[in-house]
């Protein structure tokens, strides 16, 4: 390549907030979030993720179009967006629409106040996403806002309060809240209820007050700055960035540009930089020179020519859709079918954030096998010019365009000019499909563009293309196909010929990359009989088909739609003479949502840099099990600014570690046991020199035998974690002898990760005095970090602080496997003796932290004609990873939710927990407790099938009475669950759902409708039962204003604002009075961690016991002054020298269980609840829709109502990830391929229920906790089980259509993958998996 002119740089000019920032060292490879964050220190926008798939770091970019002549205001990632793209824009972050000080804007108050923000972490992208929508449209259609959030992600909310909050933007919801069904207002159809139910003591209350908000009023918004108009206006001149590694620049004119790649053939053209911008960060790929192109009008231009319209290499998806969706509008329909083609694929393809910027040429130059448009392209026949500086060529977009993966016929100097798309003529038709794991924003598994033209007036087959991504390295044609049904009929006969030649030409090796290859090539016959039905369809509309399509068959060419969501939440208002200032039991915001909303509540990575502050990149293994032989330092040292490699050597203390025992290390010392474990860590000045530095690190390893991957691996092997735990109730003898009949199962539960929007994080700060440090930490366990932190180092526990002020979420994830980083950069920050921090990037925690545990579940089940089951032999398999970590407990909890709510007469529950080569798996919300349910539900299922019998009914037959007693000998007190399941069966309309869905399933064969009732019951302690302890620290200041530390921390949940509601109702004064800051261990000491759903519970009676101290202590002085107030007291105490600073501590009493005598109390209670929920499938593809799910959840006498509702439908979509969506896939070695949310996909907003009900159980105190509350965090998780039920019941009508009857294995979680195998038909039968054991999958499931 050329030397590229270095000789000057050009100033970037930009505004952010309505301020101008002059840039004059504008870094290439800077994106702008870290430009924000780091230089700007504007941390609202957060960084989840950096490839674009989370949403969190979205901010609006405006800017001038001198085309158009307006000015485009735009949602985008700031993590990809490079900071040199956006010269002479306008940069808005969430900081610059509002303030807590200042004034919230509406869209900040509505997410907060309709309790859509818990742990924040998403909140400042969702605004933001909604911000730009309200900016370019200030009354949006339900449909806009759901688009408009396409590309964010929240892992807390369940999305439904948001949801709830915005729809009070929309048009038709002005003046009323509307949440409830149909259009009837919400409080309407609760007041209903409530009068059905018969109870006149309690009033409703809705959770919010819509009247309370703030008009939207778009005249106040910030104004695009009049300066960049004038900038905007001026002739554009050819720019130059130039950057440590890649120089940046935007030519001037088209002739500029196609000089410039004729100077330098290798330098890489970026428009949205969506695709360029995930290769530098993830693959390391380096492009020295990058040419940005996206100013050029040539490529910009959109024309109508006689063929159709051309549309140049740079326009955004965005505007491609909008032009064609106006073409659509006012064409006639038989000329659009291609255009209508592209607006389907559009409006799944990633979110709006990308399709804001990602361009049609980079979409075709990436030459992705999985491109959505790709596709459509080939088989429409569509036409590319190419340009360089010798001329133009016009190259036909066919099998020849894509010459191999990635790589097209395009030369090193030309560039993608502009692309026709056509018009179809009559007689012609055309239909694209997707299939992807989720329907929003994922990426493809098979898509396919699929064109027929008829010769005129017939249904003959004159010409064929059908195009298809997923099925190779390429996008490709199935020419051969195509070539055989030229000159058919269009009739079954086609169609079943079609189908076979399809699957003869549409092959993939057994060991294909990407896998699930039995699914992918049943979906290319799938998806071509969805093409058939469309056609035929369309033909007999036109009088050219014999037959239309059949009535049942219909609903197969339905494309999908989805009705907007609505919701209805019941909960008991507080009783009437409750004091105003009393706020137990009300819908209280939490208390952080306004200062999340604004982006001004910090979490860890928010703090300020110190001044000689590092930056840590982790060194992880790439070999599942070998021995270290060398670590080559040397290029990583040659980085500019790193400053040290650390390894085991440098670890003053012990390099023994872990959270039970010490069975792990900080650092690796000779030996790696996974893929992902840490061998050492890179600290660099910054951020990009530290991670840069860390790739460079060159380890030579010894491989070692046996690598063990899967349970299975570990059943042959025997490599088990020892103890073995057993629970056994009965004769397990005699209860088979007694059952009519006996069945066998197996099921497989995947793993999970948390996906907590933050990822881990420590700062730590050595305090160069007596080994002092002091620790900033996203964890749920400061006294473990503290701990473990001061047995690397060496020194007393007492030397070391750790701080949490809140998590970005948490889910278990940071209980245990967040000192594994905290450990290493304290060693790293007392090496270099300066503050040292490090946040993980998404794909690091993936890789290195572990999630759930995968469980596999074998079973014997014996039970009567009758359903009632007599004897259950079960064993459980779990993967536990690398190291013991928190293992042993959550087998544990899996056995002591074995029998779910019923009462199993003869009961045997034996766990074994896997010691595997994989990064070690930890806890995560319900600890084991829904695995083991899990399998409780799937035998279940079994019984009713095996005896013909309706699951609900088998399930009711088999459940606990009041006062029956477990496997475990814990007697039943308090049992609601019978009232939470009359209830979900009244609410839920169950009797009559299941009648029209037996109609629905008549009528249509390739959908189906399912619906499921599912019960649970979660015990309430740690099992541990040292851990049922807490320590509270309440001061109370002179001008009466209180302070609280407790031991929990705060990770969305809520717990700080329950403890302030408790401390509120305690001393008897409004909660505005009291505030909680931090969680640190030099104010309590010892804490557990935030756990086990119990923290409520403990640190609440922490806290009201240190609150009762200090009111004794007062009560003197309100005796002598009655008429006084709290300030009054407080004085009069302070000047009398009192004590006003006191601590509480709790005790859970009566709990320990021995598992040798199966005895003694593992709990000290247990929460209920019950979901029903109805899916629908679509047998063809293995999608499907959640459409509707009621939960009724006992939760005592709820704290906080809005609060509680939040945890119920936040762990239930946690839940629905769990068991329908999410799948970590590993290769053979125990490779991690599903690294981040592009390959892991998470539940978005488009999968909650269309109409989700929960109620709150009334008139249920618990008298084991505080104020007669329960706990919430855990125990719903598993009522998702409702979901996987129901598609399992789905899925059984479809088999029995298809004559396959009686009991099957579904393993979790139910992916389309699995649905579609499961759902047996003749397409099925055309692709048959490949033969295990005859080759090498590219994925095993662990
Ligand atoms: C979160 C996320 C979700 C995504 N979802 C989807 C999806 O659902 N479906 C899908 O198909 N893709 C998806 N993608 C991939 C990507 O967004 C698209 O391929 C996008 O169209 C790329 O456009 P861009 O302008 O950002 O490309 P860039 O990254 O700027 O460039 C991509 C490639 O095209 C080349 N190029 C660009 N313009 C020209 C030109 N005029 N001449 C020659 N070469 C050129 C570049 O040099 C580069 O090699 C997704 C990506 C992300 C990050
Ligand atoms: S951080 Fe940008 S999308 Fe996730
Ligand atoms: S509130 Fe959305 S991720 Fe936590």
Same mark, same amino acid.
């Given at each position: 390549m050329e030397e590229i002119n270095k000789t000057y740089q050009d100033d970037l000019i930009l505004f952010v907030n309505g301020k101008k920032i002059v840039e004059k060292n504008a870094e290439p490879e800077l994106p702008l979030l870290t430009y924000l964050r780091k230089k700007l220190c504007l941390t609202g926008a957060k960084l989840g993720c950096a490839e674009g798939g989370c949403g969190a770091c979205t901010v609006m970019v405006s800017k001038f =179009?001198? =085309?158009?002549?307006i000015i485009v205001h735009k949602a985008l990632n700031a993590c990809l967006a490079p900071v040199c793209s956006l010269h002479l824009c306008a940069v808005t972050t969430v900081e610059g629409i509002g303030s807590v000080a200042r004034k919230l804007h509406p869209v900040q108050e509505r997410i907060a106040k309709a309790h859509g923000s818990q742990c924040g972490f998403c909140t400042p992208g969702i605004v933001m996403s909604m911000y730009a929508l309200l900016r370019n449209n200030a009354q949006p259609t339900m449909r806009d806002i759901e688009e408009a959030f396409q590309g964010n992600l929240c892992r807390c909310t369940g999305y439904r309060p948001i949801l709830e909050g915005y729809k009070t933007f929309t048009k038709q919801q002005k003046g009323c809240c509307l949440r409830g069904e149909a259009g009837v207002c919400h409080v309407i159809s609760v007041q209903k209820e409530e009068t059905q139910s018969g109870d006149s003591t309690n009033s409703v209350q809705q959770l919010f007050n819509p009247s309370e908000f703030m008009p939207l009023d778009p005249t106040q918004e910030i104004i695009f700055p009049p300066e960049l108009m004038s900038l905007s206006k001026q002739p554009v001149r050819e720019l130059r960035f130039i950057g440590e590694r890649v120089q940046w620049i935007q030519p001037s004119s088209l002739a500029n540009l196609l000089q410039l790649k004729a100077e330098n053939p290798a330098a890489k053209l970026v428009v949205g930089n969506t695709e360029v911008g995930i290769e530098m960060k993830f693959k390391n790929l380096l492009y020295p020179v990058i040419l940005a192109p996206a100013y050029i009008p040539e490529l910009n231009s959109i024309q109508y020519t006689e063929n159709g319209i051309v549309f140049g290499a740079c326009v955004t998806l965005t505007l491609l859709g909008d032009v064609l969706h106006t073409a659509v509008d006012e064409l006639p329909s038989y000329q659009t079918e291609v255009f209508q083609a592209v607006l389907q694929q559009l409006r799944w393809f990633a979110g709006q954030q990308i399709r804001n910027v990602a361009a049609i040429g980079g979409n075709i130059m990436t030459a992705s096998p999985i491109s959505d448009l790709n596709p459509v392209f080939m088989a429409a026949g569509c036409k590319l010019t190419l340009m360089s500086k010798e001329g133009i060529r016009v190259l036909p977009? =066919?099998? @020849?365009?894509? %010459? =191999?993966?990635?790589?097209?016929? &395009? @030369?090193? #100097? #030309? %560039? &993608?000019l502009c692309i026709e798309i056509p018009y179809t003529k009559k007689g012609q038709y055309f239909s694209a499909f997707k299939q992807s794991s989720r329907k929003e924003d994922d990426i493809a598994i098979v898509t396919c563009g699929m064109n027929v033209v008829f010769l005129e007036g017939s249904n003959i087959v004159q010409d064929m293309h059908l195009s298809y991504g997923g099925m190779g390295p390429t996008t490709v044609l199935a020419s051969a196909t195509s070539r055989r049904l030229v000159g058919r009929q269009w009739d079954d006969t086609l169609m079943q010929d079609a189908c076979s030649f399809l699957a003869e030409e549409m092959t993939l090796s057994p060991c294909a990359p990407g896998g699930m290859v039995a699914y992918r090539r049943t979906l290319t016959v799938s998806l071509f009989f969805k093409f058939f039905l469309t056609v035929q369809h369309k033909l007999a509309q036109e009088d050219l088909s014999a037959e239309d399509v059949r009535a049942d068959y219909a609903s197969a060419i339905d494309l999908s739609h989805m009705d907007s969501p609505t919701s209805i939440q019941l909960f008991q208002a507080v009783p009437s003479g409750q004091k105003v200032d009393d706020m137990i039991g009300r819908p209280i915001m939490h208390l952080s949502a306004m200062k999340q909303a604004t982006g001004e509540a910090v979490y860890c990575d928010d703090i300020p840099c110190y001044e000689n502050e590092l930056y840590l990149a982790l060194v992880t293994s790439s070999k599942p099990h070998a021995y270290i032989k060398s670590i080559d330092t040397s290029d990583a040292m040659a980085v500019p600014g790193v400053v040290t490699f650390v390894c085991d050597q440098d670890i003053p203390g012990s390099n023994k570690t872990g959270p039970a025992v010490y069975d792990e290390t900080v650092l690796a010392e000779d030996k790696v046991t996974c893929v992902g474990h840490i061998v050492g860590a890179v600290v660099a000045d910054t951020q990009a020199h530290a991670q840069r530095a860390a790739k460079a690190v060159r380890i030579s390893y010894e491989d070692l035998q046996p690598v063990i991957v899967t349970i299975q691996d570990a059943i042959a092997s025997e490599s088990f974690y020892q103890p073995i735990r057993t629970i056994e109730r009965g004769d397990l003898t005699q209860g088979f002898q007694e059952a009519d009949n006996i069945l066998q199962g197996e099921i497989h539960i995947g793993g999970q990760e948390h996906f907590y929007l933050e990822t881990n994080c420590t700062v730590a700060v050595p305090r160069g005095e007596d080994g002092e440090m002091e620790l900033f930490v996203s964890t749920q366990s400061a006294a473990k970090t503290q701990a473990l932190v001061a047995k690397a180092l060496g020194v007393p526990a007492s030397h070391i602080v750790c701080r949490v002020k809140r998590m970005g979420g948490g889910f278990g994830g940071k209980e245990s496997r967040s000192s594994i980083l905290s450990t290493v950069v304290a060693v790293a920050a007392h090496k270099v003796k300066r503050p040292v921090r490090c946040m993980l990037d998404r794909e690091e925690d993936m890789l290195v932290t572990g999630g759930r545990h995968p469980f596999f579940g074998r079973y014997k089940v014996g039970f009567k004609?009758?359903? @009632?089951?007599m004897a259950v032999d079960v064993t459980y398999y779990s993967n536990a990873g690398n190291s013991a970590d928190l293992s042993l407990s959550i087998m544990e909890r899996a056995l002591f939710h074995m029998d779910n709510c019923y009462n199993i007469p003869h009961i045997r529950g034996t766990g074994y927990i896997c010691r595997t080569n994989l990064p070690s798996n930890t806890a995560f919300r319900g600890f084991g407790g829904p695995q083991g349910m899990m399998v409780t539900e799937s035998w279940m299922n079994d019984v009713a099938l095996a005896c013909g019998l309706a699951a609900e009914q088998v399930r009711e037959m088999n459940m606990y009475k009041q006062g029956d007693l477990t496997p475990f000998h814990q007697r039943l007190e308090q049992f609601t669950i019978h009232r939470c399941w009359q209830e979900c069966l009244t609410i839920s309309d169950f009797c009559q759902r299941k009648a029209n869905i037996e109609l629905y399933n008549k009528q249509h064969r390739w959908t189906k409708r399912g619906l499921s009732i599912i019960p649970t019951k979660f015990g309430i302690s740690f099992t541990a039962v040292f851990l049922n302890q807490a320590g509270a620290l309440v001061h109370i200041y002179t001008d009466g204003s209180v302070l609280i530390t407790h031991g929990g921390t705060e990770m969305g949940q809520g717990l700080h604002t329950k403890m302030v509601q408790v401390a509120s109702r305690t001393l008897e004064i409004p909660s505005t009075k009291i505030h909680i800051s931090e969680t640190s261990t030099n104010t309590v000491p010892n804490t557990s961690p935030t756990a086990a759903s119990a923290s409520s519970d403990l640190n609440g009676m922490a806290v009201y016991n240190a609150c009762k101290t200090l009111l004794q202590r007062l009560e003197p002085y309100k005796a002598r002054n009655p008429t006084g107030c709290w300030e009054n007291w407080v004085t009069a105490a302070y000047f009398d020298r009192v004590n006003l600073s006191a601590n509480g501590f709790y005790k859970t009493p009566d709990l320990g269980y021995n598992f040798e005598t199966n005895s003694g109390h593992p709990f000290n209670y247990f929460s209920y609840g019950v979901a029903v929920s109805e899916v629908e499938i679509d047998c063809l593809t293995g999608s499907h829709k959640n459409l509707h799910t009621s939960i009724v959840m006992d939760v005592g006498k709820s704290l906080n109502p809005a609060l509680d509702i939040g945890q119920v439908e936040g762990a239930f979509m946690q839940g629905v990830g769990l068991f329908t969506l999410e799948e970590l896939r590993y290769s053979s070695q125990g490779y991690l391929y599903t690294r981040g949310p592009g390959m892991y996909k998470i539940p978005a907003f488009g999968d909650i229920p269309t109409e989700l009900k929960v109620s709150l159980l009334r008139d249920a105190p618990n008298d084991k906790a505080i104020f007669s509350s329960k706990a919430v965090g855990e125990p719903p998780l598993f009522l998702a089980a409702s979901v996987f039920y129901a598609i399992k019941d789905a899925i059984t009508a479809a088999r029995t259509d298809a004559g396959v009857l009686g009991p099957f294995r579904l393993d979790s979680p139910a992916t389309p993958e699995r649905i579609r195998n499961a759902c047996q038909d003749t397409f099925t039968k055309l692709c048959p998996p490949p033969e295990p054991g005859t080759y090498a999958p590219w994925d095993v499931r662990v």
């Open positions: =179009d001198s =085309d158009r002549k977009m =066919d099998d @020849k365009f894509f %010459i =191999d993966y990635r790589k097209t016929a &395009l @030369k090193p #100097e #030309e %560039i &993608l004609r009758n359903g @009632k089951v």
